[in-house]
């Protein structure tokens, strides 16, 4: 299996329909992937759709790995995580934006944009993602950051590069 997370609207979906996730996999039979959402992880699929924010979180924000992820890790068979990276100004535009989640993941219900900002202007983004990404290098599991500020995604190939990446919004 191989995960795409990141924060909400750092730009997974995107990278799941674009051709730059060609560049890092071979899905030579696009049409019969199954893709799955976090939140209805019902059955196998191919590819996991991850969000790394939590929800419900009311006061002082948790940055402890979930437990639904750290299950995922520990049980599931991955092959690659790949992790998306933006700053919050970016993040916060793309939010405002919004007004559903995925269409491809069910019936999910309307996107809480107003919680995802208030929760996004609350976290140390940086923070997030060095738990994330030592929780993986713990567990030995291959993974690959990418700068997701626009359409290219980039490799970010150090913890240096991703605090420019979530810092800056050119």
């Not at 924010?53 to 092959?79: P, R």
């Not at 919004?98 to 995802?116: C, P, S, T, V, W």
């Not at 713990?138 to 950051?145: L, P």
């Amino acid at each position: 299996m191989v995960i795409v997370c990141g924060g909400s609207s750092v730009g997974k979906s995107t990278f799941l329909k674009s051709k730059k996730i060609h560049n890092y996999i071979d899905f030579t039979d696009k049409k019969n992937i199954k893709m799955m959402h976090a939140y209805n992880l019902k059955q196998k699929c191919e590819i996991l759709h991850y969000n790394i924010l939590k929800t419900g979180i009311v006061g002082e924000y948790d940055y402890a790995i979930e437990q639904k992820f750290i299950d995922i890790i520990k049980i599931i068979d991955i092959t690659n995580v790949f992790v998306l990276a933006a700053p919050k100004d970016i993040i916060l535009k793309r939010i405002s934006k919004r007004q559903k989640i995925e269409k491809d993941f069910g019936n999910l219900g309307e996107y809480q944009a107003q919680y995802f900002i208030d929760l996004y202007k609350s976290i140390d983004l940086y923070k997030l993602y060095s738990v994330i990404v030592d929780f993986l290098k713990e567990n030995n599991v291959k993974y690959t950051m990418l700068d997701s500020r626009n359409k290219n995604y980039e490799p970010i190939d150090s913890s240096v590069t991703l605090k420019h990446v979530l810092e800056d919004a050119s």
